[in-house]
């Protein structure tokens, strides 16, 4: 799913906006999850800052991330797995496909992987006739009905139970029901038999350690689990910057990765894995690959200012807490990262230009930061962004935006920083807006250019005092 222009970005928002089912899930997942997450961090034995503890984890990787890589790599040869660099998507699905040639595969198990998102992997697989079968419930329900995640953690999370049920009727020719369990099980049946067939796993990974060699996977269903080691080959893609220097690392970044993901102290299945099964073990896979890709993040990494967004490990907290993903949802975001991470790695990845919408659709709130369980500064990249689209940048080819928005704000702060010429201006505002139409005492579209601020709402005309003026008279 890549579909990232002002048209679709606008006309999915209001979509979202209207429909009402959704903007209750919504609603609901931000009412019990943002809070939730906040009192998990709280009870942390380390408390919130232990936030900056993964932070300063996450950054140190990040700046020795050649030498943590090769360490990784090296580590994993040895233990008998192969391990591919890919420049980008079309590298990475290359040579999964060539893999997959080789071993004869027909047929794959996927656990959920946003990485596999980004490159469009499943497309790509099944144009060349290989089944693949996504076996994380969320992910397994938006497969059926042919859509792309809306939530990072939780794909289908702009589905009601009802829209299921009728999904599982349709597909899996079952008889309708909106109970959660009955649906679940039918889920499972169907997801046991590809286990037991399927001729390759496929997943994403969490993190990876260069201290001993492994990359680790964590889920709450276990499907993971089975896709890693019942089928004979395991290919693992990664995003490069997921490795950190040492297992006690992961034990902090996993640990608020729980809390950030779904307010838990710890997920309920934890995978440590590094290369394929060896002679005296009963399970795993024959072939174990590593496909580690770049897909922009090197150019991302080589800038100082941009590199910090480089220390997600998706989590999805800070969806639970915006407020403009609480309202448009994830599809507006037209890739498969949204909400505030999404609006500053969606523009690094694709342009700046192209996806200035993300960027600029953002409230600079500052609640994503503040539920970030690795302290990602995302308000200020954002507002680095829009910075890059005002003034045009050469190393990240933007183009700058309309000049004239430049000019208005450098005259709307001379004006809002002079008294008197700011009071001349409301005046002027008070009497011209009476040209303006009006309804129950507010304005009800104001001309072209300003047209924006009344397309979806009224708005309160200048008042004819400043509160300023009234206070001062008050007080004379
Ligand atoms: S930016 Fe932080 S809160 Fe958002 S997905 Fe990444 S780790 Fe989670």
């Known amino acids: 799913m890549t579909q990232i222009?002002?048209?679709f970005y606008k006309k999915q928002a209001q979509k979202a906006i209207?429909?009402?089912?959704?903007?209750?899930?919504?609603?609901?997942?931000?009412?019990?999850?943002?809070?939730a997450t906040k009192a998990a961090y709280n009870s942390l034995a380390e408390g919130p800052a232990l936030r900056k503890t993964a932070h300063d984890i996450r950054m140190h990787a990040l700046e020795n991330l050649d030498i943590l890589l090769e360490t990784l790599a090296q580590k994993i040869r040895q233990q008998g797995g192969h391990v591919f660099f890919a420049k980008d998507g079309e590298t990475a699905t290359n040579y999964c496909l060539e893999v997959a040639r080789n071993l004869n595969v027909k047929m794959a198990v996927?656990?959920?992987?946003?990485?596999?998102?980004e490159i469009g992997l499943n497309t790509a697989l099944m144009r060349n006739g290989i089944e693949v079968n996504e076996t994380d419930l969320g992910e397994y329900i938006i497969q059926l009905a042919k859509e792309g995640p809306s939530h990072i953690i939780a794909p289908a999370i702009h589905k009601t139970r009802k829209q299921i049920g009728k999904l599982f009727s349709e597909k899996l020719g079952i008889p309708y029901t909106?109970?959660?369990?009955?649906l679940t099980k039918a889920a499972r049946r169907v997801l046991r038999e590809k286990f037991l067939r399927a001729d390759m796993g496929i997943s994403g990974c969490n993190l990876a350690c260069a201290e001993t060699g492994h990359i680790t996977t964590v889920s709450n269903e276990g499907n993971i689990r089975m896709s890693s080691t019942m089928p004979k080959v395991h290919m693992v893609f990664m995003g490069m910057e997921r490795v950190v220097a040492k297992l006690q690392d992961h034990d902090i970044l996993f640990r608020l990765l729980a809390r950030g993901a779904s307010a838990q102290n710890m997920a309920g299945?934890?995978?440590?894995i590094g290369g394929p099964r060896s002679a005296d073990q009963l399970d795993g896979p024959d072939e174990f690959h590593l496909v580690i890709l770049d897909n922009g993040r090197n150019k991302i990494l080589a800038d100082k200012e941009f590199r910090e967004?480089?220390?997600?490990?998706?989590?999805?907290?800070?969806?639970?807490?915006c407020p403009v993903y609480g309202k448009i949802g994830g599809h507006a975001y037209g890739f498969p990262y949204s909400g505030p991470i999404g609006a500053v790695l969606t523009p690094l990845m694709v342009g700046i230009n192209k996806a200035h919408d993300l960027c600029q659709g953002e409230t600079l709130c500052g609640a994503c930061r503040k539920a970030c369980p690795v302290d990602n500064d995302l308000p200020r990249m954002l507002l680095l962004l829009r910075a890059k689209l005002a003034d045009g940048d050469k190393d990240w080819e933007v183009e700058r935006n309309n000049p004239a928005e430049k000019i208005m704000f450098m005259a709307w702060s001379v004006l809002i920083r002079n008294r008197k010429l700011f009071d001349m201006f409301l005046r002027a505002g008070y009497w011209i807006q009476k040209v303006f139409?009006?309804?129950?005492g507010l304005l009800k579209k104001l001309p072209l250019g300003l047209n924006g601020w009344t397309?979806?709402?009224d708005i309160k005309p200048i008042a004819p005092h400043s509160f300023i003026l009234l206070w001062k008279k008050k007080h004379r």
């Open 5 to 7: 222009n002002t048209q």
């Open 18 to 35: 209207c429909n009402t089912v959704l903007q209750q899930a919504l609603l609901d997942l931000q009412n019990r999850l943002g809070p």
């Open 110 to 117: 996927k656990g959920k992987s946003m990485v596999t998102e």
């Open 178 to 182: 909106d109970d959660p369990p009955t």
């Open 269 to 272: 299945y934890v995978s440590y």
């Open 309 to 321: 967004v480089l220390t997600c490990i998706r989590c999805a907290a800070c969806l639970n807490v």
């Open 437 to 440: 139409p009006r309804e129950n």
């Open 455 to 457: 397309a979806s709402r």
